[in-house]
């Protein structure tokens, strides 16, 4: 137990808190904008997955990272562009098309990926390249806190301008507002003369563009390839965090990085031969305790 | 006006259909060098032989199990997902009671199918009681749960009921009698077909013969209505969900006495996610899930006898029933036309008021 | 200031508009109405007349079956209100469009942001703001959260924004329906001050006396269609009112005498608390006998909807107690009550008293899935589904093709007597009867009174809520006033209590003693 306590309080924990939590963050941020604007993307989960593979496929191709990274990007956006299309132009329910489009990419990937490769599981025939690390000029020398802070994936760094960006983003400008508006009073919008659905479109292109760079960092940072299914639930677990934050970027984010760190401990918990199932297990039972917790707080505020 | 609205959704559905068919011939012209060769076994396939007619219904009865289960679920307006962990640990929960317990006879089979409904019927009632007591969202708590379950199916698995002499990670294998009977030669088709019979009629009097099925109905439909109208929500809501999950759980339970030797699945095996696209189909009535589920097999057979004859991998099928599923709930595909139907009716009848 | 009558093009013209709903229910039918440059005109119909439907499309959130909309005599196509805004026609609703985390001047400016460097110009848009906002004293900081202001604040934002994006017509919805006396008078001053400034106005309403009150020129909807234009001066409120409804008001209804029995429904201090320590509901006591029709008068939001809640068991009840037949309802089910005795028709048949995508046959069994009667071997036997409803269609003139259609085809007339026919044929004692007429035609509304006297003569009890006062005139043997959750007024003989003193109860000016009001709580000597 000593141990195990120890372990919770190194530096090398913390770093690996931050590394696990970077595709939730990223996650739960495309969750997040999409949701301020009234449209639950449960295909965040796909969306990554989708472009996790685009990534890797386009650095192999393109030759280097940042046209994998910007090709795993734009497939995002395509892969949200298509929920856009079926849910805001014919209607469908976003949850039914949600679900749809996880199948959906689990399918294509694979497909996609035996075409290339011959292979469906993973993807070691393509050369694919990762994102560097990088160590912060000043901030490495601090002792313990470089440790923890230092050393990173671009695309970590990237997750927390991101966060940054979006809470700006919604509070400062026009379209932030707009999205703001949307998620909770669409008619009050709609009146004013700004298109509900244009608003969600740019929403949802904005949440698979972030989701993207999730998927990005799942197959070129957090590990080296592609395989199948690799978000492994990431995005649903975003979906937790961003109900667990009520939408607020910071929030969202400090539940994001609950999630992160629960994972990180199942790791560690590992070397201490505790069966390695239930420890995977942990995090999903934690978020739904913790979801329930907060649901039922909240059912709780609104008696009051 | 009933049947306009039958006749509108039979339509939707039809061009559905069409459209994502469309899709998949023109991705096989992309990606084959002999196209019309796999469009031939992709749409023959399936009738090349006895073995894969017969495969066509052994692929539809786990799918048709977690379809009906999902219709119940939904009508009650409940986004529950976990149909995939019902499925999957009510077969682990069968496999268990199968190859743990030494049962005579027919007890071999009926004891693992009922403990293996009972595990799917706590799993899929899990959420539904966390929404009604504390308000946390079914959608995202049934989706943690099926990694729950699956974990913790591992850990039964590698635990309690491994077969270390194994080369893999598997159960003990099943006794003879914890196996369902083939029932026609030469294919495997299994006497499970008789109890997914046996569900849907028992499902679709449920939902559309008994009061409680109507209770269903209405709450799925308008919660508040059912409330006012003296029905207990919170009770009725839980029940659909048990009866879903149930049967999502004997639906595994039926699928490994009937497909396996013993319990080998170490990845969930998606038929909840299958359940769901059937639900659509169906439009969430348990009557047209075998329909759905027939079709939907037949697509996989053909995309399977596609993949070994025109190397056209057969994941192309998810993508399509994907595309199926999104057109067939698309509301505005045909809403024009609806909107015209209605239109002409009350002009010429005149219904202002 | 622009002259008022200088050209003989009216500012807004509709011609020939009619609108059939996706449900094949006319809203509106060949409507020809014109507005003229710098004048109030009231817009007057029952409710359901089809006056917002003609006003949504003036604003271009409907696009109309047929016709068309003239601005200073050139036609165009509202395709959606940013069209409408463009010619200079604002709308302010009856339920706000306002977002209520954003604040006053994110509401206002919302759509029309000043920019600055890419970024929302916060200092411009306050000060824009603030210049409009001059002459409606809001007294309210700029940056508070709409959600937390007053609802007579919030409409003025709505009025603020409307002028902001520059309309020159500005359409009210119902403005007054939400407002206290004082908010009321305060709003027609405003009105009066834009309408010299030039504005012209559209006043939707169904009170005639304000209408009468500030208006130029008034129209008349009924069942919609557009039925007469006059100039306010020259019409009286019971001419108007006699257009309204298609006949001249009658006082009372000749109810037939019925046999007082035993207290059916037995309200007792009954209390219910809101948010914070405010209660919604306070004290109230008051008995319904069988063979009694207890009207409940009062402006919406006075507690009615919780006192009902409570007493149908959808609310839990914070104090007091209700019994029905002798029954203490604390803890007890709602199917505990129906089976009491109770059936409820509820204000909202939509959101409460059906569910529109089922069949109008499963909507009639909706309560009675207790009835042996309706099953065979015990399975639901649609045979026996069918003729019972089919009798009760035929019995309560339901117009539909089929019992198998679904209800959100029908009309609204038609659902509501969906929801009459399954709750007045539940051997109830106990009928509440919530705002049972609003919003459909007076040929529905006739028969559900009737149907309503038929079960008082037959001994139940009926509790009548309603913002109608001419509905609580006709068939009230007493009326109950509520104020504030509280009985204002308790009025034995509701003929020789006029409306206007009605009102002054309701709107609170006046309040009966303590001693007056207990005459409503019957006790058995």
């Given amino acids: ?105 689990s399918g294509l990937t694979i497909f996609i990926l035996y075409l290339l490769t011959g292979d469906k599981g993973v993807s070691t025939g393509l050369n694919s390249k990762t994102v560097p690390n990088i160590h912060i000029p000043v901030l490495r020398s601090i002792p313990v806190l470089g440790e923890m802070l230092s050393g990173h994936s671009v695309l970590t760094y990237l997750a927390f301008v991101v966060i940054a960006i979006i809470t700006v983003f919604l509070k400062k400008t026009r379209l932030g507002t707009y999205i703001r508006a949307a ?62 934050g009520h939408g607020n970027p910071i929030l969202s984010t400090l539940s994001a990085l609950f999630f992160g760190a629960a994972d990180a401990l199942s790791n560690n918990l590992q070397l201490f031969n505790f069966p390695s199932e239930l420890t995977r297990l942990m995090p999903y039972a934690l978020t739904i305790i913790a979801l329930t917790f907060y649901a039922a707080r909240a059912k709780k505020q609104l008696k009051k | 006006m ?52 017969g495969s066509i219904f052994t692929t539809a009865i786990p799918i048709a199990f977690t379809g009906i289960a999902v219709s119940i679920m939904f009508q009650a307006s409940m986004f529950n997902m976990g149909a995939e962990g019902s499925f999957f640990l009510g077969a682990l929960a069968a496999a268990g009671a199968a190859t743990s317990f030494n049962l005579p006879g027919i007890l071999g089979i009926i004891i693992p199918i009922l403990v293996g409904g009972l595990t799917g019927a706590i799993i899929c009632s899990i959420p539904a009681f966390l929404k009604i007591k504390w308000g946390a969202n079914e959608l995202v708590s049934s989706l943690m749960l099926n990694y729950v379950t699956f974990y913790l199916g591992l850990y039964i698995l590698n635990n309690f009921i491994r077969d270390k002499n194994f080369g893999a990670l598997a159960s003990h294998p099943l006794a003879q009698n914890n196996k369902l009977p083939r029932i026609v030669q030469g294919t495997s088709l299994h006497a499970g077909i008789y109890v997914v019979i046996l569900l849907i009629v028992l499902s679709y009097l449920l939902i559309f013969k008994t009061s409680i099925g109507m209770k269903i109905r209405m709450l799925g439909q308008n919660p508040e209505f059912a409330r006012y109208s003296g029905i207990k929500v919170g009770g009725v809501v839980i029940f659909s969900q048990l009866i879903g999950g149930m049967i999502a759980g004997i639906g595994g339970s039926v699928e490994i006495m009937g497909m396996y030797g013993r319990f080998q699945w170490t990845s969930l095996p998606g038929y909840g996610w299958d359940g769901i696209i059937l639900a659509i189909l169906a439009r969430n009535k348990p009557q047209f899930v075998p329909l759905a589920a027939l079709f939907l097999s037949y697509l996989r ?49 005149g219904t202002n008021s | 200031m622009i002259k008022k009558g200088n050209s003989t093009v009216p500012i807004l013209e509709a011609r020939n508009i009619s609108k059939v709903y996706g449900n094949g229910v006319y809203a509106n039918k060949n409507i020809c109405f014109s507005l003229n440059e710098g004048e109030i005109h009231a817009l007057v119909g029952e409710n359901g007349a089809g006056k917002s439907t003609l006003m949504k499309i003036l604003f271009g959130m409907e696009k109309p079956s047929t016709g068309e909309i003239l601005i200073k005599g050139n036609p165009v196509v509202f395709s959606s209100p940013q069209d409408a805004m463009k010619y200079e026609v604002g709308m302010v609703h009856q339920h706000f469009k306002l977002v209520d985390p954003l ?59 409307a002028l902001y994006r520059g309309a020159k017509i500005l359409i009210l919805d119902e403005p007054t329906a939400v407002l206290t006396p004082q908010e ?251 705002q049972p007429t609003r919003g459909i035609d007076v040929g529905a509304a006739k028969f559900i009174y009737e149907e309503l006297i038929k079960l008082r003569n037959q001994g139940c009890a009926v509790l009548l809520v309603s913002a109608d006062l001419e509905e609580l005139y006709k068939l009230s043997d007493h009326i109950l006033v509520m104020y504030n959750g509280e009985i204002s007024a ?7 209590v006029s409306e206007t003193e009605l009102g002054t109860y309701m709107l609170g000016v006046k309040k009966q003693s303590a001693e007056e009001i207990k005459g409503a709580y019957y006790e058995k000597e």
């Fill in chain 1, 1 to 105: 137990m000593e141990q195990i306590v120890s372990i919770i309080f190194s530096a090398d924990f913390i770093f690996s808190v931050i590394r696990l939590s970077t595709p939730i963050l990223f996650a739960t941020m495309a969750v997040l904008i999409s949701d301020r604007a009234g449209v639950t993307n449960i295909a965040v989960e796909g969306t990554m997955l989708f472009a996790a593979l685009m990534g890797v496929i386009g650095s192999a191709y393109g030759g280097n990272v940042w046209t994998g990274l910007l090709v795993a990007v734009l497939s995002g956006i395509l892969f949200s562009g298509i929920i856009a299309f079926f849910h805001l132009k014919l209607e469908t329910d976003i949850v039914l098309t949600g679900i749809a489009l996880n199948l959906m990419a």
């Fill in chain 2, 2 to 53: 009933k049947k306009n609205n039958l006749i509108f959704n039979m339509a939707t559905t039809a061009l559905a259909i069409v459209i994502s068919m469309m899709i998949a011939f023109a991705i096989i012209f992309l990606v084959s060098e002999d196209p019309a060769r796999a469009i031939e076994s992709f749409l023959l396939g399936p009738l090349q032989s006895k073995r894969l007619i």
């Fill in chain 2, 301 to 349: 057979v053909g995309a399977s006898a596609m993949a070994s004859n025109a190397e056209v991998p057969k994941e192309l099928i998810t993508v399509i029933q994907s595309i199926m599923i999104m057109l067939v709930t698309a509301n505005a595909l045909l809403k024009s036309f609806k909107q015209k139907m209605v239109v002409k009716e009350a002009l010429t009848n």
């Fill in chain 1, 183 to 244: 998620g909770e009073n669409a008619e009050a919008i709609d009146t004013a003369g700004i298109s509900v659905k244009v608003v969600r479109l740019k929403a949802l292109l904005i949440s698979g563009a972030i989701a993207g760079l999730g998927g990005a960092f799942m197959s070129m940072s957090y590990v080296s390839m592609f395989t199948k299914d690799m978000v492994a639930g990431r995005g649903f677990i975003a979906l937790a965090a961003e109900a667990m």
């Fill in chain 3, 103 to 161: 604040s006053i001047t994110e509401n206002v400016v919302l759509g029309y942001e000043p920019m600055k460097n890419g970024l929302i110009d916060r200092k411009t848009a306050e000060e824009k703001v603030k210049e409009i906002t001059k002459i409606f004293d809001i007294r309210e900081d700029l940056s508070t959260p709409v959600g937390k202001l007053p609802v007579g604040t919030k409409q003025k934002v709505e009025i603020v924004k």
């Fill in chain 3, 490 to 496: 308790y009025i034995k003989n509701p003929s020789e």
């Fill in chain 3, 184 to 434: 009321t008078v305060e709003l027609f001053e405003k009105l009066i001050q834009l309408k010299n400034e030039g504005l012209t106005v559209v006043f939707i309403s169904h009170k005639l006396r304000e209408v009468k009150q500030i208006t130029d020129r008034i129209s008349v909807i009924r069942r919609g269609e557009l039925i007469e234009t006059f100039f306010t001066k020259d019409v009286t409120e019971q001419e108007i009112s006699a257009k309204m409804v298609g006949t001249t008001y009658t006082s009372a209804l000749d109810k037939g005498e019925s046999k007082l029995t035993e207290v059916v429904l037995d309200v007792k201090n009954i209390t219910s608390k809101g948010l914070g320590d405010i209660s919604v509901v306070n004290n109230m006591s008051f008995t319904v006998r069988g063979g009694q029709i207890i009207g409940i008068a009062g402006v919406e939001g006075n507690g009615q909807n919780e006192l009902i809640e409570m007493i149908t068991g959808l609310r839990p009840i914070d104090g007091g107690s209700v019994k029905i037949n002798g029954m203490d309802t604390a803890g007890k089910s709602i199917i505990q009550l129906r089976n009491a005795g109770l059936s409820y028709i509820p204000s909202d048949r939509i959101d409460r008293g059906l569910a529109i995508s089922m069949t109008i046959e499963d909507n009639m069994i909706a309560t009675k899935l207790d009835q042996k009667s309706l099953y065979t071997n015990g399975l639901l036997s649609r045979s026996k589904i069918r003729s019972m409803s089919e009798k009760l269609v035929k019995e309560y003139l339901v117009r539909c093709n089929s019992v198998e259609a679904e209800v959100g085809m029908l009309s609204g007339g038609n659902m509501q007597k969906v929801v009459v026919a399954r709750e007045f044929t539940q051997g109830a004692t106990l009928i509440i009867a919530e």
